[in-house]
């Protein structure tokens, strides 16, 4: 049920299972798409240190999940004018300095191009500024590849543009789920399977899951947008 619904923001409680229900769900779900499978309740790593380099040690206390503009943005044109702030984000989810992840588009107003943005904030609060992590990755106009970039190496706001799919916590240490999956045997990739895996558990009880992951061997394929903005979508 929605509750709170105030300039255009709309509140939802989610289902929220126990971390070793989940475990044995996923444990179960994976193995229909990776060979070798390992799910398990563990303590969160000390995300400041390598190989995550977050700005807070953890990814829990309070969590919550925000999803913000959409696709409805992208068409029949790219709204350019549809732009955030991730600390306002943190506010409008009760949560304020709250350690924000997950992915969008980055500002136009900032960039001036199409990007993709991985947002990794540590929201300002009580007089303390915000703690920007956060990549960009876009088109390179030298080479055509990919090009990824430290935010705050070249810009200094928290702002997004038309979509994000968030991840909202205290960024606290605490106990977290420990997904270890390789050999892929199937057609999903590992977030779309793990959607998979808890929407055919739970069907319509809506869970929702955040966090980060490490690919240590192998290749992925990234979808990196181009420049510019279509001038119509269909």
Not at 104 to 115: D, E, M
Request: proline residues 6%; contains cysteine; charged residues 25%.
């Amino acid at each position: 049920m929605a509750t709170g619904a105030k300039h255009g923001i709309e509140k939802f409680v989610l289902y929220q299972p126990r971390l070793e229900e989940l475990s044995d769900v996923l444990q179960k779900g994976l193995k229909e798409n990776f060979a070798d499978v390992h799910v398990s309740v563990a303590d969160c790593p000390d995300l400041t240190k390598d190989p995550f380099g977050f700005p807070v040690k953890g990814i829990c206390g309070k969590p919550r999940i925000a999803d913000v503009g959409g696709v409805p943005y992208l068409i029949p044109v790219a709204k350019l004018d549809k732009i955030y702030d991730i600390n306002t984000v943190a506010r409008d989810t009760d949560l304020p300095g709250a350690f924000i992840l997950g992915a969008g588009a980055a500002s136009s107003r900032t960039l001036g191009i199409n990007a993709e943005l991985m947002p990794l904030v540590h929201t300002e609060h009580e007089g303390k500024p915000a703690v920007n992590g956060s990549y960009v990755a876009r088109i390179s106009p030298t080479d055509g590849g990919c090009l990824l970039e430290k935010y705050s190496e070249k810009y200094h706001d928290c702002d997004f543009g038309l979509l994000g799919n968030l991840y909202v916590s205290e960024g606290k240490p605490g106990k977290v789920l420990e997904i270890r999956a390789s050999r892929r045997i199937g057609q999903f990739s590992l977030v779309t399977a793990i959607r998979k895996s808890l929407e055919n558990h739970y069907g319509d009880k809506p869970v929702a899951m955040g966090g980060t992951f490490i690919i240590e061997k192998g290749k992925a394929k990234a979808h990196i947008m181009g420049k510019l903005w279509h001038v119509g979508m269909q």
